[in-house]
Nanobody
Framework: QVHLAESGGGLAQAGDSLELSCVAFGRSFANYGLGWFRQAPGKDREFVAG????????RYGDFVKGRFTISKDNDKNTLYLRMNNLKPEDTAVYSCAVGDDLQSIKAARANYWGQGTQVVVSS
């Protein structure tokens, strides 16, 4: 069993930056696809970013437009999401996910999900 714990969310103003972290407990995620999703109130869960096991392939949601960067530290078993130039429409609960591969992540077919961390961006 893998437990994922996100942190780093909070209140931000438009234009600010935040870095989210997701620590995996119970198993190394070095050989898995990883990703971030978000869900705003009243909206469906949305793919934010994903990467393959090696980190050589990264994909982002269309709305990211170069503002976010996904990365990981295998030694710390931690996944990151650096978010720059935040906008009010980025307000959502952000969750990390671990899956078999990047394709599974993009399809939201993750094996494990975190509980999420709230990000609120004011204008």
């Amino acid at each position: 069993q893998v437990h994922l714990a996100e942190s780093g969310g909070g209140l931000a103003q438009a234009g600010d930056s935040l870095e989210l972290s997701c620590v995996a407990f119970g198993r190394s995620f070095a050989n898995y696809g990883l990703g971030w999703f978000r869900q705003a109130p009243g909206k469906d869960r949305e793919f934010v970013a994903g990467m393959n096991w090696s980190g050589s392939v990264k994909r982002y949601g269309d709305f990211v437009k170069g503002r976010f960067t996904i990365s990981k530290d295998n030694d710390k078993n931690t996944l990151y999401l650096r978010m720059n130039n935040l906008k009010p429409e980025d307000t959502a609960v952000y969750s990390c996910a671990v899956g078999d591969d990047l394709q599974s992540i993009k399809a939201a077919r993750a094996n494990y999900w975190g509980q999420g961390t709230q990000v609120v961006v004011s204008s």
